[in-house]
């Protein structure tokens, strides 16, 4: 089989597919990749069209009808945007009522008030961590970055010993711990479930963290040691407010859908009864819709209120929140449809297919595809996204806490070695004043040992539970 028939891309199980078809595949899929990477760093395009554009060269040079192709895309990207947008309207509402508030300033001053000294990297982690739960990675590093500079020149500290555990912090919430975008969906791609899942990602986050923040941040800051820049230092938004939420309700509603989805988890394992009224209520409650819905309407009380906000201004809020995601929302939708166009085509099958004669474990298998997406891209939600559309038949006879630990090895893979065609990459560089040698020495290292570290863990917890 040289060409890919009509057929295949209409049927549900596609047939079984020889060498010949896996080499036009395996072409297939470098030159939709080639060409995405091509248009994203040599011409400057939006992810969002040089996924498209991408999607569609995939499936020409699979040989499937240029139709096709594109219903592959179009239903694609209308899924992924249908089982994750709302979710990601809602974190981006949570994360801009908590910045605008000064929520998130009242957890750093108060973190950071009973910490000093050796304790510094560690309270820089915690920090990062718990304001990086409802905030999309730019935005947390945009919120934190203030303090982190104002940190290191008060406190003369290395500027890399209390940034990398800061960033470290930020890059586990965002690669391993929904409701993230990637590990939204990659739960919903492979049919994970939600609340194992994010107490695994929990599991695996913690160890992980500290490798790659306060223990790497010494080695870190004795490669480069640059001073603060003070060009650097924008106003933090509690400096434009009369007062601001206290330390309890703040932290209480960012870790609100945490909680709810926690619990549901813990009653669908206690319980195990579809029919008992307890699961009912916290499968609803529980839900990832729900639970940032009512963090979103608690945050209005707990966050809005305590710091003067009229409704017109929290309709603002609202309303500045979701005006930036629309980027977002096409990015990851059209890896949604990227990845629909790779599995009508028969990849999925080819990498079923592959996973099988070359006998290699199936975690592994989506970390390695993960981490290839994630060179070749440079956007861990693209990784995400794609990865866990290729492997998603791995997961078919795998158990809840495998399928789980399936989507965290995606996540690991899609964080490793940020580099130049990485908005994130440039993005530290140029907050922290680095140049590009520097930041591969730190950034891109961190994320490295991030994405080993906890892809090593997924695969010691895979031989345990």
Do not use: C
Not at 22 to 45: D, E, N, R, S, W
Not at 68 to 94: E, M, P
């Amino acid at each position: 089989m040289t060409r890919l028939s009509v057929e295949m891309l209409a049927a549900d199980a596609p047939p079984p597919i020889t060498s010949a078809g896996h080499a036009q595949l395996g072409i297939a899929v470098l030159v939709g990749i080639a060409v995405i990477v091509l248009l994203i760093t040599k011409f400057k395009l939006h992810a969002f069209l040089a996924l498209t554009i991408g999607s569609l060269a995939l499936g020409a040079a699979a040989g499937a009808p240029l139709d096709k192709a594109i219903t592959s895309f179009t239903n694609g990207l209308g899924s992924t945007v249908a089982g994750v947008g709302v979710l990601i309207a809602l974190g981006a509402i949570l994360g801009k009522l908590l910045a605008d508030s000064g929520g998130a300033d009242q957890i750093v001053d108060t973190i950071l008030a009973k910490a000093g000294g050796r304790a510094m990297p560690w309270a820089m982690v915690l920090i990062a961590s718990v304001v990086g739960l409802p905030l999309f990675f730019e935005v947390g590093i945009v919120l934190l970055i203030p303090v982190v500079l104002m940190v290191a020149k008060r406190g003369n500290y290395s500027l890399m010993r209390i940034g990398i555990p800061a960033l470290a912090g930020l890059s586990v919430m965002h690669g391993l711990i929904p409701p993230h975008p990637g590990p939204l969906v990659a739960i919903d791609a492979v049919k994970a479930n939600l609340g194992v899942t994010l107490a695994l990602g929990i599991v695996v986050a913690i160890p992980t963290v500290i490798i790659a923040g306060p223990l790497f941040s010494k080695v870190a800051a004795r490669w480069v040691d640059v001073p603060a820049p003070d060009r650097m230092l924008p106003q933090r938004a509690s400096e434009q407010l009369e007062r601001r939420p206290g330390f309890g309700p703040t932290l209480a509603t960012v870790l609100l859908p945490v909680v709810l989805m926690l619990a549901k988890a813990l009653v669908d394992i206690v319980v195990d009864d579809p029919a008992d009224h307890t699961q009912r209520v916290f499968d609803v409650v529980g839900s990832p819709l729900v639970a940032l819905l009512a963090a979103v309407i608690v945050g209005f009380f707990t966050l809005g209120r305590p710091a003067g906000f009229t409704r017109d201004r929290l309709q603002q809020t609202v309303e500045k929140g979701l005006m930036p995601i629309a980027g977002i929302l096409l990015i990851v939708g059209a890896g949604g449809g990227f990845k629909q166009t790779l599995i009508d085509s028969g990849v999925g099958q080819m990498i079923l297919d592959i996973s099988e004669d070359w006998s290699i474990p199936a975690l592994l298998l989506a970390w390695l595809i993960a981490v290839a997406i994630r060179l070749a891209t440079g956007s861990a939600t693209v990784a995400t996204v794609s990865a866990a559309g290729l492997v998603a038949p791995l997961a078919a006879d795998m158990s809840t806490t495998h399928t789980a630990l399936l989507v965290l090895a995606i996540g690991a893979g899609s964080l490793f070695f940020s580099h130049v065609n990485d908005a994130g990459f440039w993005l530290v560089k140029e907050y922290f004043g680095l140049n590009v040698g520097q930041t591969v020495k730190t950034w891109s290292l961190m994320e490295t040992i991030i994405s080993v570290v906890a892809g090593a863990l997924v695969l010691l917890l895979s031989l345990i539970i």
